[in-house]
């Protein structure tokens, strides 16, 4: 499996990588989608996940947001593993032309990747929903009231996140398109391809190969040139 994944490597010119939260549970960064995640958090915040990161919520309740916001998707501590690394070092080799991710950590530009597509937006980028005044991470983590504040007009600062209700950007799906479609070669990995509209960006493939690495199955084995139930940072680390 491996030496056939290093000779479609090899071969190929184009490469895109679309990756899920797989990618970063290998950083220990909790799903919050997996089943001990929606426990955890009915638990402690009497919500499942999709309803407190949901734009209705975050109206209507955006100190209870925060709370769970912060305590749970913020993890600053956490470092790139072997995957994003190896996903970095390709694109220094010329092989991979665009990474496109579902997770909003960032830990793709830490480890070095610099044509990063964020399909959910990142947590170091944040705006008022006002005056549209944009802020760092550490402004919102460091405001004195849960709720941080605009230091120009005093409106309500936000993450420049996908919630739950709200329509991905055209502009980032269009540029996510452009680079599945031009692709020779896509490398989907840590993601079960169930999440829609991203999922749906898979059909624009029309490349050579199409390589699934993921530790469990999905829906576009079948149709997939490799597929490899192995851990992505396990794989992608061994290449480079």
Excluded at 67 to 91: G, Q, T, V, W
Excluded at 140 to 146: G, I
Excluded at 153 to 177: N, T
């Amino acid at each position: 499996m491996i030496e056939k994944l290093r000779q479609i490597i090899n071969e190929s010119e184009n490469i895109v990588f679309f990756g899920g939260a797989g990618v970063s549970t290998e950083s220990n960064i909790p799903d919050f989608r997996s089943e001990t995640g929606i426990y955890n958090t009915l638990k402690n915040y009497g919500y499942p996940p999709e309803t407190l990161l949901s734009h209705s919520f975050f109206t209507r309740s955006p100190k209870q947001f925060y709370e769970y916001y912060k305590n749970n998707l913020i993890l600053r501590d956490a470092e790139p593993n072997a995957a994003h690394y190896a996903l970095a070092e390709m694109e220094r080799r010329a092989k991979v032309s665009a990474v496109i991710t579902q997770n909003i950590d960032g830990l793709h530009q830490k480890a070095g990747s610099k044509n990063v597509i964020e399909l959910h937006g990142s947590v170091y980028r944040n705006y008022c929903i006002q005056c549209r005044k944009t802020f760092s991470l550490d402004y919102v983590m460091e405001s004195q009231d849960v709720i941080p504040s605009c230091s120009h007009c005093g409106g309500i600062v936000r993450p420049d996140v996908v919630l739950y209700e709200e329509e991905l950007d055209m502009a980032v799906i269009h540029h996510a398109i452009k680079s599945i479609s031009m692709a020779d070669v896509l490398i989907i990995g840590g993601t079960s391809l169930v999440v829609y509209p991203a999922a749906g960006l898979v059909q624009y493939f029309k490349g050579k190969k199409l390589v699934l690495i993921n530790k469990s199955a999905t829906q576009y084995d079948s149709k997939a040139d490799l597929v490899i139930n192995d851990s992505i940072g396990k794989i992608l680390g061994s290449l480079v």
